[in-house]
T-cell receptor, first 111, second 111 residues
Framework: KQEVTQIPAALSVPEGENLVLNCSFT??????LQWFRQDPGKGLTSLLL?????REQTSGRLNASLDKSSGRSTLYIAASQPGDSATYLC??????????FGAGTQVVVTP | NAGVTQTPKFRVLKTGQSMTLLCAQD?????MYWYRQDPGMGLRLIHY???????AKGEVPDGYNVSRLKKQNFLLGLESAAPSQTSVYFC??????????FGPGTRLTVL
């Protein structure tokens, strides 16, 4: 059974610092690895999707890496802004499209 | 396109009552999913469907039933609600085992 862990559970940084969010998974037979953002009381917004054959994906200030051999993915957010405050979730996808989520990292960026 | 919609947005039930949550998508997606989100536990898959007329169990299916009679709709039923089913329920759809599109969620409280 796939298990996904996110460390740390919470993170507070001053505006302008780079954010590093970690995700680990136990079964390397994944279809892809996804990162989502969730604002309080809201649904999930997809940020980045890394196919199992890829090592990284980039979108603007966001960069996500994937190392299947070690069972790890890292989300980097450059030059953080207060608007980046949210909970970030990673999820490992199997071949049926079923997502196994981590518990999330709650991020607060202080002005 | 409305994307993925969920009805209702909020609901309060008494223990033992029944209800049905409706998920609708207008993107002609084959795959649909129901998740629940509890504090500190991320999202967990309840049931999913890989096409009209098909359903399958996820990680936490007990106490729930589902039906996918029409491709665009995925219904989640609670036959006899219990306080342990107090949660936020999210529906998602996808065209293939890839990026999932999430609805806004239904907040359910069982007293």
């Amino acid at each position: 059974k796939q298990e996904v862990t996110q460390i740390p559970a919470a993170l507070s940084v001053p505006e302008g610092e780079n954010l590093v969010l970690n995700c680990s998974f136990t079964d390397s037979a994944i279809y892809n690895l996804q990162w989502f953002r969730q604002d309080p009381g809201k649904g999930l917004t997809s940020l980045l999707l890394i196919q199992s054959s890829q090592r990284e994906q980039t979108s603007g200030r966001l960069n996500a890496s994937l190392d299947k051999s070690s069972g790890r993915s890292t989300l980097y957010i450059a030059a953080s802004q207060p608007g980046d405050s949210a909970t970030y979730l990673c999820a490992a996808t199997d071949s049926w499209g079923k997502l196994q989520f981590g518990a999330g990292t709650q991020v607060v960026v202080t002005p | 396109n409305a994307g993925v919609t969920q009805t209702p947005k909020f609901r309060v039930l008494k223990t033992g009552q029944s209800m049905t949550l409706l998920c609708a998508q207008d993107m002609n997606h084959e795959y649909m999913y129901w998740y629940r989100q509890d504090p500190g536990m991320g999202l967990r898959l309840i049931h999913y469907s890989v096409g009209e007329g098909t359903t399958a169990k996820g990680e936490v299916p007990d106490g729930y039933n589902v039906s996918r009679l029409k491709k665009q709709n995925f219904l989640l039923g609670l036959e006899s609600a219990a306080p342990s089913q107090t949660s936020v329920y999210f529906c998602a759809s996808s065209p293939r085992p890839d990026t999932q599109y999430f609805g806004p969620g239904t907040r359910l409280t069982v007293l």
